[in-house]
């Protein structure tokens, strides 16, 4: 009798899932669509906001950040070709176009926004306008 | 065609492993060669620790938390830290051809097949 086995080369030995911990409640007007299926961190500052995404084989070529007031768009892709006539043993590798938009609590300067693309991480600066910074009063005394 | 592959899989785990993020991983094979290609963001090549020892081969790529100045975490959609992940190897893998590039965070690993596990046709005879 012929059999017929195949056996998965790549067991796995172990490895802790990826989790993701939101910091919901401290977040006031992100949009919870930034949370899936790409995550982004957001780090807030005076100046504005800094928002990491890990994406990981896109093509710097295709990132396209925009601005509209309070609204941000990212868009991209992954710029690998399919591979064919192989056998897979594992597929977990999933996203590859990734369209996001996201208000932001403040009106974005679109011309101080900066777009960095550096290991399969992208980092966006994004800078209030000016009259949206806060403005430091001088008390002065009698 | 009845296939029967020289792997054999291996059901021992190990809880050695310190803390780490997984990453998503394809793995391939062709003809000739078995392929890894993981994702790694944040990381480059002098990050990347791609070990060898008996039978398993190990990922472990250092991942720094990234510091804005003057910024601090408003939002955490996902974790930074090292990726970090281990397969059991083969008999059929050659080790010493094991090649490794990382590019814009994607790490590919290529595993040539050893000599013997590659296809070889047996010429029959004819006994008269």
Do not use: C
Request: glycine letters at 6%; hydrophobic letters at 35%.
């Amino acid at each position: 009798m012929r059999s017929q086995m195949t056996w998965n080369p790549w067991q796995e030995l172990d490895g802790f899932r990826r989790e993701v911990s939101s910091l919901l409640n401290a977040a006031p007007r992100w949009t919870s669509e930034m949370a899936q299926p790409t995550a982004f961190n957001v780090y807030a500052g005076h100046e504005g906001v800094v928002v990491t995404a890990e994406l990981p084989g896109f093509d710097p070529e295709s990132f396209d950040v925009s601005v509209q007031k309070d609204q941000v768009t990212i868009r991209g892709k992954r710029s690998e070709a399919p591979i064919e006539n192989v056998r897979y043993h594992l597929r977990e590798r999933g996203l590859v176009e990734l369209e996001k938009s996201f208000q932001l609590p403040f009106i974005v300067d679109a011309e101080k926004t900066e777009a960095t693309y550096e290991r399969g991480v992208l980092t966006v600066r994004l800078q209030k306008v000016e009259e949206a910074k806060p403005a430091k009063v001088t008390v002065r005394t009698a | 065609m009845s296939e029967t592959t020289l792997i054999k899989p291996s059901n021992q785990v190990t809880s050695t492993q310190t803390r780490g993020y997984r990453p998503q991983v394809d793995v391939y094979e062709t003809e000739d060669q078995f392929v890894v290609v993981a994702d790694v963001p944040g990381a480059s090549e002098e990050d990347i620790d791609l070990a060898i020892e008996k039978d398993v081969l190990t990922l472990h790529a250092k991942v720094a938390e990234p510091h804005f100045e003057g910024y601090e975490t408003r939002w955490r959609g996902y974790g930074v830290g090292d990726w970090k992940r281990s397969f059991r190897l083969t008999e059929a893998v050659d080790r010493d051809g094991v090649d490794a590039a990382v590019k814009d965070g994607v790490l590919r690993v290529t595993l040539p097949k050893g000599k013997e596990s590659l296809k070889k046709s047996i010429p029959v005879k004819r006994l008269d």
